[in-house]
């Protein structure tokens, strides 16, 4: 009797769905992972610019995807909020030092290491 009941309750559990996360920013690069956090929320020095809110801004819609679709258009929503957001202006000693005024992107570092990985939590 007792493993007719283990049987069903394991049988049970393979058809409950795992709860999977998905994951978009910048992941394993703290150095560009800190670079995220000063501009995504600001600094004394750093006024914020929150790419990473504005790239997941509607999400909802894409979530009858696959969790590799929906993780990969994070990173393209992100990617879109860094290149197309109105975001207060690089202080003139920035400008100065980069040789233009388009705040987020110097060497793209930050911008290439953007990624996601999707995960299943047991």
Do not use: C, H, W
Not at 53 to 67: A, F, H, Q, T, V
């Amino acid at each position: 009797m007792d493993s007719v009941f283990g049987e069903i309750v394991e049988e049970i559990k393979k058809n409950i769905p795992k709860k999977v996360i998905i994951e978009a920013g910048i992941i394993n690069d703290e150095e560009n992972a800190k670079k995220a956090l000063y501009n995504e929320f600001g600094t004394y020095k750093i006024p914020a610019r929150p790419f990473i809110r504005r790239g997941l801004d509607n999400i909802e819609k894409e979530l009858d995807k696959k969790p590799e679709q929906i993780g990969s258009k994070m990173v393209q929503n992100i990617k879109k909020a860094i290149n197309d957001s109105n975001y207060p202006r690089n202080a003139v000693s920035t400008v100065k030092k980069k040789g233009f005024d388009f705040p987020l992107i110097e060497t793209r570092d930050m911008y290439n290491s953007l990624t996601f990985r999707v995960s299943k939590e047991d």
